[in-house]
Structure formats: structure tokens, C-alpha cells
């Protein structure tokens, strides 16, 4: 499975984005779907992730209530809507897509996901 991550960019806190993740070589509906993101000199971390069906998803606290994740598996492509933004929200960005099943737990886990897309770059000056 590929992933290819597009819609970064940089903008003024309080503004919004929308982050896309397109998959391809794969059957894209058996795989659930998570976002990272990683801070210069920080760990990657968990943002959000969601079902291969898109009936449960799951949130970073640091996150909760001002991101929402999406998925059209008919179009292969997984979104990250980013309202409410804070310089903190500052990373790179990472798709990525795992069989996963189970509770909400091993979502946040990187070792829970095979692939990996190439990373958007997300810019929220204060």
C-alpha cells in the first residue's frame, strides 16, 4: 500500500486545513487509518485515528473537538480536518494504515500501522 499526503501549508492560528491521504496498491476498506505528527526534535505522535468502516474514530486529547478524521474508502482517501489551529499544531504530518482491530488503545500506537506516507509539512504562525 502507498500513501500520499497532500493539503499542508502554512497559516495564521485560528484558521483551518484540511489534509488528504490517498492509498493505492492495496484493498484500501481493510485497513484502518491513522494520522501522526511530528515536531522538530519531538517524537512522533498519535492525532487521530479511525475505523476501516469510519464507524469509530479516536483523538489526542490535544486535539479533540478542533480536528475531525474522514474517510471515502470509494475514493481510497483519508482526510484530516484542522479547525481552530495553534502554533503548537506545528509538525509534519503522517498518514498511515494498519489492520487494526480492537480498542481505541493500539490506534495511538505506531507499531500498530504497516505503512506510512511521506509527510506534509504544517506551518501555524502565532
Known amino acids: 500500500v502507498q500513501l500520499q499526503a497532500s493539503g499542508g501549508g502554512l497559516l495564521q492560528a485560528g484558521g483551518s486545513l484540511r489534509l488528504s491521504c490517498a492509498a493505492s496498491?492495496?484493498?484500501?476498506?481493510?485497513?484502518?487509518m491513522g494520522w501522526f505528527r511530528q515536531a522538530p526534535g519531538k517524537e512522533r505522535e498519535f492525532v487521530a485515528g479511525?475505523?476501516?468502516?469510519?464507524?469509530?474514530?479516536y483523538y489526542a486529547d490535544s486535539v479533540k473537538g478542533r480536528f475531525s478524521i474522514t474517510r471515502e474508502n470509494a475514493r481510497s482517501t483519508v482526510y484530516l480536518q484542522m479547525n481552530s489551529l495553534k502554533a503548537e499544531d506545528t509538525a509534519v504530518y503522517y498518514c498511515?494504515?494498519?489492520?487494526?482491530?480492537?480498542?481505541?488503545?493500539?490506534?495511538?500506537?505506531?507499531?500498530?500501522?504497516?505503512?506510512w506516507g511521506q509527510g506534509t509539512q504544517v506551518t501555524v504562525s502565532s
Open positions: 479511525i475505523s476501516w468502516s469510519g464507524g469509530h474514530t
Open positions: 498511515a494504515a494498519g489492520l487494526i482491530s480492537g480498542i481505541s488503545d493500539v490506534y495511538t500506537n505506531l507499531n500498530a500501522y504497516d505503512y
Open positions: 496498491g492495496g484493498t484500501f476498506s481493510r485497513y484502518a
